[in-house]
């Protein structure tokens, strides 16, 4: 499998639906949510090339960095702050076409353009959130946000 991790070719749906088939049939061996997560974002990273891929955990009242593809990263983000903890507190999938348009930015990195947060839940309870950076302007689309939303509730 890690032969096909990287699919250089074929739409963006395309791309998505063979990287869903492998996570589930890795998620379906794995009951480890650390191991799981790694392994996500090590595919999502390397199937689209994103500049920043990863999850924050949440601990207590904070989101806490967890396993990511990437440069250096924010460590701790409070609730209800920057793009993360807006994801956290709202329940929701948050798509920014251009960060420095989204109020609150939490600039970790300035190479960071635009960016996607998906809820992870267990049950009705959200346990994480997966980060998504481009160095792009407009990177992420609906198409984004239904197959990471697909793929955040094999975790």
């Not at 924010?74 to 960060?99: F, H, L, M, N």
């Not at 346990?127 to 697909?150: C, H, M, P």
């Amino acid at each position: 499998m890690a032969e096909e991790l990287h699919i250089s070719k074929g739409s963006k749906e395309e791309k998505y639906a063979l990287l869903y088939k492998q996570i589930c049939a890795l998620a379906e061996g794995e009951c480890d949510t650390i191991a799981n997560m790694a392994n996500v974002a090590a595919m999502i990273h390397f199937t689209f090339g994103f500049w920043w891929t990863g999850f924050y955990r949440v601990i207590g009242e904070e989101l806490v960095l967890g396993p990511f593809q990437g440069p250096l990263a924010c460590s701790r983000i409070s609730y209800g702050k920057g793009v993360c903890g807006t994801a956290w507190k709202e329940g929701v999938t948050q798509v920014v076409p251009d960060v420095e348009k989204f109020p609150g930015h939490i600039a970790c990195s300035s190479e960071s353009k635009s960016e996607i947060v998906v809820p992870v839940k267990a049950g009705c309870k959200i346990t994480a959130v997966l980060d998504i950076d481009s160095e792009k302007l407009n990177t992420f689309d609906d198409t984004d946000r239904v197959w990471l939303e697909k793929i955040v509730a094999l975790i």
